[in-house]
């Protein structure tokens, strides 16, 4: 009897001593360890991958903006902002999306088939809106000019970045509204293209946000004006 009585504590103090040992080393060890390497070799991304302006954080260069007008009065779905580059349509593109307008609510696809009637109906209300928005006088907007990725959402529904050809598409009517050259803004567009990766993995990219800061700085008035 006193045999397993001490046979029993033993065991029960060889398991506490090594979850204190494991509590201690998987819980505050190896963490503050990669925390620590991580902050020292990549502190950007391991902060987030923050976008500063002015000094202050206004974003992630992983997470993609809406760039609209304030709601008007009765109004559910407010209108694009058009002196600003505009993004991929947010998560969805309906009205019944869980992640519209890019709200950190959830992350996600519309799950909805390529021949869903509801859909299709998104992607062709996306480009008309698309070819009224980019249309300015002496550069009309084709529907076939449309590129895909200004009509659907990606697979997170929080894509950051958009192609060059929608980039360059959006380029005369950011021009107008800005009252800027349009070669100087496709000057701008080009230089904030980013091209594949490794020069074979994936597709050239422009970070909306980043364009859009960099459109800002050239909008404003020189310091002291």
Known sequence: MNTSVSNAARLLAAGLRALLVLTVVTGIVYPLAVTGV??????????????????????????GQSYNLPLKEGQETPEPDLKWFQGRPAN?????????????ILSGATNRSAD?????????????AVVKDNSVPGHPVRPSDVPADAVTSSGSGLDPDISPRYADLQVHRVAEKNGLP??????????HTTPR????????????LDLNI???DL???????
């Open 197 to 208: 990766t490794l020069g074979f993995i994936g597709e050239p990219r422009v970070n909306v």
């Open 182 to 191: 349009a070669d100087r803004v496709q000057k701008l567009v080009d230089e």
């Open 214 to 216: 960099a459109l800002k």
């Open 116 to 128: 869903n009637p509801e859909l299709l109906q998104w992607v062709k209300d996306a480009k008309a």
């Open 219 to 225: 909008v404003a008035p020189p310091a002291g004006h």
């Open 92 to 104: 969805g593109l309906g009205s019944n999306s869980v992640n519209t307008q890019y709200e950190l």
């Open 38 to 63: 991580a902050q020292g070799l990549f502190p950007g991304k391991a902060n987030g991958s923050e976008t500063k302006a002015d000094g202050k954080v206004v974003g992630s260069s992983l997470i």
